[in-house]
């Protein structure tokens, strides 16, 4: 008995060893796709962008750019595939860029659905809208940044810690897509020229591109989003018109501990919804016309003006264009559910006939070093 | 009767094998199940699951409390005669069979999903039977200890937890928190199932030293286990939207997807092979229980041999028959429900009975 199954056990072993399968797939023959990129041409076919880092010592380039014609992310991945030396995979994906003109067909979305159903796939990458064409952004070296892909991942991550721009990733995109009660934003860089952060993009809820945010639009958006950062904030004073290109109608601060409460509530047939935010800022420039305040009361007052209106004016914005880049629409589900079950399929319609205040509560914590 | 002495285990040794079975592969789904069911009420039907599972636990100790020194099977030849014993035993052997081998082949599908594509599952099955046998063999003792050195193993995992919802997690995806009581009610049935592992007790009660807390060590079993369903659902919840959770087959493992350290990526794989020592206190001590039957039944031989035997069986089924998640659906779906007759509606009759058969007795005796 014994012997039988130690036998059975060699037996096994040996089939083990002798079958076709694990084999091994070396690092050499991985390339690792860091940036994807897909965007439409000029006719409106597919294209698709990838980096792969060279790892050779003394290199001539450091990483290698392929640009093929495909109808998905799969298929692109075969011409790229015939193209490089190893097998591409995009286990490692950094950023995925993706092409203004692609965003503005409402099916873009599912081209990007093989990134979720893989198993083996991040689902960490920065997803950034491209203004340009993206060819700018592969072939760029950037000097100090041996990786381009590196490059793009660092400008979002970094503008990011001052609010300049949101930071989504394929996790959060997939949140902001599905959530009835929300739409996606996403970074946008432009390549027109140089590679620049221009702030936030704002799609609808099918996905299609809708609106473009500045930095400062950006800054307000993710502090109505309620995120913990050290956003610095540069306020344009619109006062009188000044011919000096040095401007000084500008109001700059950092703001922080910003904390918000939203209240929910469902009056005359329509949403009401109030937003209280306090935060505490640090003021490093003033325009001229501040400079005769003296009592701080007056200042903390003035600034919450300043900041009101520029909040009024982006929710006026995007309530224009139907679209929930807050994500109010959770604060409905939240407190007012059965008048939000009823205009759920409809949101940005409910939202747009909502009234939303916002009542800004500053406290300066210093003037800065120099009075 | 038979005799079980000499091979005791401890009240700690006795919560821990019943939580570890109860805590298996089940967690990965569970949020996405509760999500489709109640929305993001799940937590309602979880507790009322506890509640039902502890009443059964109960229920099943005051029915070994009565002949603290036999098993189910001894149990059933006492009241009902050999021939029912018997045929309760075959039943159990085809249950633990089900069980083990649908829990095994689960466990091996997230390891080819997740780990190893490519490598066949027979092969898998091979590596995984060899830690099997070399713990379960020396009987439960030694099987409840491993369960006992798992639970405190593992005990960081939540923080993996904690880490992903520091990235994102937004407490109003739970509110309203009373939306939907009665459908939370009505999904009571899914959630019951996830705490089965508590029958155990049928066959390894009379192995406890202190019968006394046998009670109270159930119902310390089940709320852990409560506790880790609690923890896990509730950190989905705010994890993902209401709107999205129910596409995600695993959510459990999904939302690690975006935990990232400056040194380490795709923590979620690293997890998963950790997560295997829990999936391992599910299925050793019911194959166990198995060759426990089994030996009952013949009542002769060795159990270990019979493990290695059904050992062997599985790796020649999954060499034939290679496993699919839609088929291993079917097979849980099947398990879980003879065990809800098994072991919730069957102890109320039984202890019943009991009452009954024992006045009878004791006016004969008289």
Redesign the interface.
Known sequence: MKWL?IC?FLL?ILT?LS?P???PLNLEDVSFALVIGVDLDDENNLIFYTTSPVFKPGAEQENKVFKVNAKSIRQSREEFDSRGTGLFSS??AQVLLVGKKLLENPRWFSLIDVLYKD??T???PRIVAIDGPISNIMNTVTENQPINSMAVKSIIDTSYLRGETVKV?L??L??Q????G?TPSISSISTSNDIVLTGSTLLDEKGKYSIELNKLESCLLLMLQGKKLDYSLDIPILKQKENNSIQSNILSMNANNVKIKIKTQYINGKFNFSIDMSMYVMLTALPPSYESITSIPKLEGNINKELQLQFEHLIKKIQKRKIDPIGLG??A???Q?NEYEKVKSDWGEALKKSDIKVSVNVKVKTMGAVK | MRNYIGNEITLMQYIFLIHGIQVGAGVLQLPRIMAEKVGMNGWIPLICGWLLSSAASLIIIQIMKKNPQSTLMDLMTTYFGKFIGKISSILLIIYFSIVSFTLIQKSILFIQVWLLPGIPSYIIMFLFSVPTYIIARNGIRIISRYAELVFFLMLWMPLFYIVALNQNHHWVHLLPLFKNIQQGLMATGSTIVSFLGFEVAFLFYPFLKEKKAASLGIIIANSLSLLVFLFVTISCFLFFSPDEITQYYEPTLSMLKVVEFRFIERMEIIFLAFYLFILSTTWIPYMYSMAFCTKWLFNKGNAKNYLLLSLIFFIVIMYFVVPTFPGNDLLSEFYEKIGVIFFYVFPVFLLIYSFIYYRIRGRITK
């Open positions: 199954i059975s096994f083990m079958s399968v694990g084999r286990s490692k198993f083996k991040t689902v960490n990733t996790q959060e997939h949140r897509m599905f959530d009835k929300l959770l604060y589900r939240a407190y559910n």
